[in-house]
């Protein structure tokens, strides 16, 4: 069948049916490129206002990292002054205000560090290490450190630690040991009464590893677990009550939290059937050394919730050590602490002033900044460990001096020469432990009661010398007690 011959109206139509169909395509491709173009000048436009978000995140955080060293550093050379005072006087009052400063400084250190926290979480930066960690020292510590905060708010710290846990374990010490710091303080300011009893459990794993938790028991927590579980679920941008003027304590609770599952270890907050609130602190982790932390009831009986110094008074006016840092804003604090020790102590602020002396004097210990380096970027241990010449012992003691965000792993201490580290701000009395520790045994003395009131080391004997003089032997009594106290 032939097709009639279009007719003209008809050849007229398909001419406009094809025009618009022609058009219709040039829009959708003239659209088509007029997306692209906007679209991709949307994201090169995203890409810089992120980058200029995350500068401006940068710039934040230097400040507020500067700012807290600048405020920890300030406050450790408080606490060293206090520390002083405490030692020098004997009077009952002015040392138990020293006690309350030492308390408050610690909370201060430990809430700068806290932001520091803060901000590299909310960054994604915390890094994690997996170094042999003495976990009897780790608990002794905390507990020493929180027990002032919580007797202070008539809270009873009651212990229950299985002396059986594993003392020696790979871990993150100093980030765990931040984690029960903080926890503990949201705690003292969040308690009214009663009791907080903290107690540990373990297991092995069918991988071989080892299961430990860590219980904590609130009997009068003023915050619900159920807040306390919303504020972990939440994220940083969306954790509005994290600033909430009717919550105390609760950023040092998300930090905690957070940092623990950081470090691989589970947090959980929960109720008991006695409606206290609970913690469980869980870490699985490698077994170095299986003996137990023992009795740390005992330990920390003996230490008074930090009511003592920490570390002996010790004599050693042959030793001479040298404290290199660029930042040396504790000299007078370490003076000050070391004075009564006889030690010589040499300071040097750079690499070249640091090797001078090291070349010109023979030193038992070295305190050497981890970032110093001369002009070629060889650090300072690197040329001791060298066998330079002039250069007296090449195996002495070196102490690693490290800020938290360059912190050193064990093997990257190892590979770099050191013998130990400590972190910045260095506080005094870490500087005395590690000195009594790697000082040549024959030039250091520890005192001890005998010290004080040689000859003497009971009652028993002030009654013996007192001989049947009344007077004498109190007033002898009351010389014993300060000289121990003291101590």
């Known amino acids: 069948m032939k097709y009639p011959i279009l007719s003209g109206d008809a050849s007229f139509q398909i001419l406009i049916l094809s025009s618009v169909l022609i058009i219709a395509v040039l829009f959708i ?6 997306y692209l173009k906007t679209r991709k000048k949307y994201i090169l436009e995203n890409i810089k206002l992120r980058d200029q978000v995350r500068r401006i995140g940068d710039d934040r955080n230097i400040l507020l990292n500067n700012l807290t060293r600048e405020v920890k550093s300030g406050m450790v050379s408080v606490l060293g002054m206090n520390e002083l005072i405490m030692r020098e006087s004997h009077d009952d009052g002015i040392r138990d205000h020293a006690a309350h400063i030492k ?3 610690e909370d201060i250190i430990a809430l700068m560090q806290g932001t520091l926290d803060y901000a590299k979480l909310e960054r994604g930066l915390i890094d994690v290490f997996r170094d042999d960690m003495d976990l009897a020292s780790l608990l002794i510590d905390v507990i020493s450190v929180s027990g002032p905060s919580l007797r202070n708010k008539g809270l009873i710290l009651d212990l229950f630690l299985d002396k059986d846990t594993p003392g020696t374990i790979k871990g993150d010490y100093e980030k765990l040991r931040r984690s029960f710091l903080n926890l503990f303080s949201f705690i003292s300011k969040n308690s009214t009464k009663g009791y907080v009893k903290f107690s540990s459990f373990h297991k092995e794993t069918e991988d071989g590893d080892c299961l430990i938790t860590f219980r904590i028991i609130c009997e009068s927590l003023t915050s619900s677990s159920s807040g306390l579980e919303n504020v972990l679920l939440n994220g940083l941008s969306d954790n509005k009550l994290l600033f909430s003027k009717k919550e105390t304590g609760l950023l040092e609770f998300f930090i905690a939290g957070n940092v623990v599952k950081a470090i691989g270890g589970d947090f ?7 409606e206290e609130v609970a913690f469980d602190l869980s870490l699985k982790t490698e077994i170095v050394d299986a003996t137990g932390i023992g009795d740390i009831k005992k330990v920390v009986r003996k230490r008074s919730f930090g009511s003592e110094p920490e570390t002996g008074r010790f004599y050693s006016p042959a030793s001479r050590i040298l404290y290199a840092d660029k930042d040396l804003g504790n000299i007078s604090v370490i003076k000050a602490l070391l004075e009564p020790s006889g030690i010589v102590i040499d300071f040097a602020s750079d690499c070249e002033e640091a090797l001078t002396l ?3 004097n023979e030193y038992d210990v070295i305190f050497a900044d981890a970032e110093l380096k001369d002009d070629a970027g060889i650090k300072l241990v690197g040329h001791i460990r060298s066998g330079e010449p002039n250069i007296l ?7 690693a001096i490290f800020d938290e965000s360059v912190r050193l792993s064990e093997e990257e201490m190892g590979r770099g020469g050191y013998t130990d580290m400590v972190s910045k701000p260095v506080n005094p009395a870490v500087i005395e432990s590690m000195l009594i520790r790697y000082l040549p045994s024959d030039k250091v003395d520890i ?5 004080f009131c040689p000859g003497i080391r009971s009652e028993h004997d002030i009654r013996k010398y007192s001989e049947g003089y009344d007077d004498l032997y109190k ?5 014993y007690k300060r000289a121990k106290k003291y101590r």
């Open 29 to 34: 491709a003239a659209s088509g490129a007029f």
């Open 103 to 105: 308390t408050s400084g």
């Open 268 to 274: 959980k907050v929960f109720e008991t059937v006695d």
């Open 358 to 360: 090291i070349r010109i």
């Open 393 to 399: 012992d090449v195996r002495k003691p070196c102490i």
């Open 447 to 451: 005192a001890d009661e005998s010290y």
């Open 475 to 479: 007033a002898a009594v009351g010389i």
